[in-house]
């Protein structure tokens, strides 16, 4: 899929290709294996690309009705621009192309209001992972039209 407004490129990549850019942004000072996730091989991931470089990431994972996205990064120097929103687009239609009916991820409490915009609510408590709060959000996805 090809973002034009934004000159990005989104597509499947492997797990392995979204681990440098996991570690990167997200948890830089650990090492990299921590940003591996439990069945990944299962999983869907995406990458958006933008002249030719990975600068984006996500994972998805479907079970059911329910699916649920890990480890979502950009790079620092690429945020703001559009390209996460293009890339979540994208991730909530395949969420609903392959059956799901509900979305959910686990936030930084600090990108709680980018996931808002999309339709995600908060459901329950702050919890930490480390030092980092984050807060539970989950938004029904619309239904592809046959």
Do not use: N
């Amino acid at each position: 899929m090809r973002c034009s407004s934004i000159q990005a490129e989104i597509r499947r990549i492997s797990a392995a290709d979204t681990y440098p850019l996991r570690h990167q942004v997200l948890w830089p000072d650990k090492p990299l294996e921590y940003v591996h996730v439990p069945h990944d091989a299962e999983g869907y991931h995406f990458g958006a690309y933008r002249h030719g470089e990975l600068v984006s990431v996500v994972s998805l994972f479907v079970q059911g009705r329910e699916a649920r996205f890990r480890k979502f990064a950009t790079r620092p120097d690429q945020q703001g621009q559009g390209i996460g929103s293009a890339l979540l687009r994208h991730l909530m239609a395949e969420a609903a192309r392959l059956g799901a009916e509900e979305l959910w991820c686990d936030a930084r409490q600090e990108a709680a209001g980018f996931y808002q915009k999309f339709g995600f609510a908060t459901e329950g408590s702050t919890f930490y992972k480390g030092t980092i709060p984050y807060v539970r959000m989950r938004c029904a996805l619309p239904q592809p039209t046959a």
